[in-house]
């Protein structure tokens, strides 16, 4: 039987430290190097900023960044979700009040809120079916829809296209004769497609979503006095308040490496005349 030489156990005991202890760093650098692999951000994002998020954004990433998660639907929607503690690190908004909502629940970094796009409203119908109108105080909506046609929409009661739409109808004092004709969409994406569709030989959306709207005109453009501003605010939100990629995304959007991106589907800029 080969007798127990403690000094050799000892001197194992220290060679397996040696060697643990040269190993370590590349143990604990695996976990670090997938640590350090850049966290997408999740980007709420009004409907009616689809197309030119998703230019932006793959624009962000060949700078290097991680591609944005990006979820689009009417504002009223996402802010409600976001009030209801979905995981959203910056919000887009088509309208100033659905910001002001969740500033006033406290869900904003306020210092961080700005309003850098802006849009117009406008009257679309199918390509060839009826001629250019001027929108103005006088001019018949009711009359353009005939007997059964309706006119499509955001619902004002929650979607900004609809309220901007509201406004301007109201303006032209024909909101309560028409108001019973409105199709009412879940937001302006669907609107557009309604009429795209013939379900409604009109509607009330953007300028940004008619010219990406198929076999769709703008037949009228309705006078800036007739509703508020269509402005995007766009903010941090206070769950992402530590989040340096947020931060960095969110002046990326609102900066001048986007501004291109956002004239070219467009948007104007914040002091642009629309």
Known sequence: MEKYNAAEDIRGICMRRRLLALAMPGLLAAPLAAGAQEAPVTVFAAASLTDALRAIARKWQNRGHAAPRLSFA??????????????ADLFLSADEPWMDY???????VNATRVSPLGNALVLVAPAGAAPAVTLTRGTDLLGLLGTNGRLATGDPA??????YAQAALTWMGQWDAIAPRLARADNVRSALLLVERGEAPYGIVYATDAAAGTGLRVIGAFPAESHAPVTYPFALLRRAEGNARARGLLAFLSGPEAAPLWRRFGFTLRGESQ
Do not use: D, F, K, M
């Open 158 to 163: 929650h979607v900004p296209v609809g309220r």
């Open 102 to 108: 969740l500033q006033e629940r406290g869900l904003l």
């Open 74 to 87: 009417a504002s009223s929607a996402l802010a409600r979700q976001i009030e209801q503690g979905a995981p």
